[in-house]
T-cell receptor, first 109, second 116 residues
Framework: EDQVTQSPEALRLQEGESSSLNCSYT??????LFWYRQDPGKGPEFLFT???AGEEKEKERLKATLTKKESFLHITAPKPEDSATYLC??????????FGRGTSLIVHP | NAGVTQTPKFQVLKTGQSMTLQCAQD?????MYWYRQDPGMGLRLIYY???????DKGEVPNGYNVSRLNKREFSLRLESAAPSQTSVYFC???????????????FGSGTQLSVL
């Protein structure tokens, strides 16, 4: 059975304090690992797709990386507007993404 | 650009009542999905439709039915609502390119459902 585990469940940072969110997974035949951002009261919004170990993607203060067992979402010098829940998901042969439970990030000014 | 539109945004039902959640997408996507999101449980797949005319069960289908009305619309029906179905429901769509693996989802803004 596919497993997606995100840690920590919640993270509080000061503005400018860089950190990383973790998504560990067990799956045979990974097709893609996805990161989404979800703001309160809204649906998740797509951020990145990673396909193979060693791949990296960047967008503004966010950088996603992938190994054979886990993915990291690095947040550099975060701002309060980066506060959100970050979701990790993976898909394999079924093409149906399986989601982790998310990390709730709060960035204090 | 509307994307994925869900209605209603909020709904309160009594146990045993029925209702249909509506979802429409204007991106010409083949695949559509219904998820529920509960505190501490993450997003769980209820049903999905890989293409017009097909539907399949997801992880938590009991108590729900779906209809893929056409390529744009995918509805979720609760025939006899139960308190355990209190949740936030999200519809999503994607253009799945088999062989390319680009299954990123586009989500609606959600329906908050309370069953008393």
């Amino acid at each position: 059975e596919d497993q997606v585990t995100q840690s920590p469940e919640a993270l509080r940072l000061q503005e400018g304090e860089s950190s990383s969110l973790n998504c560990s997974y067990t799956v045979s035949g990974l097709r893609g690992l996805f990161w989404y951002r979800q703001d309160p009261g809204k649906g998740p919004e797509f951020l990145f797709t990673l396909y193979s170990a060693g791949e990296e993607k960047e967008k503004e203060r966010l950088k996603a990386t992938l190994t054979k067992k886990e993915s990291f979402l690095h947040i550099t010098a975060p701002k309060p507007e980066d506060s959100a829940t970050y979701l990790c998901a993976l898909s394999r042969g079924s093409y149906i993404p399986t989601f982790g439970r998310g990390t709730s990030l709060i960035v204090h000014p | 650009n509307a994307g994925v539109t869900q209605t209603p945004k909020f709904q309160v039902l009594k146990t045993g009542q029925s209702m249909t959640l509506q979802c429409a997408q204007d991106m010409n996507h083949n695949s559509m999905y219904w998820y529920r999101q509960d505190p501490g449980m993450g997003l769980r797949l209820i049903y999905y439709s890989a293409s017009e005319g097909t539907t399949d069960k997801g992880e938590v289908p009991n108590g729900y039915n779906v209809s893929r009305l056409n390529k744009r619309e995918f509805s979720l029906r609760l025939e006899s609502a139960a308190p355990s179905q209190t949740s936030v429901y999200f519809c999503a769509s994607s253009e799945v390119h088999r062989g390319l693996g680009n299954e990123k989802l586009f989500f609606g803004s959600g329906t908050q459902l309370s069953v008393l």
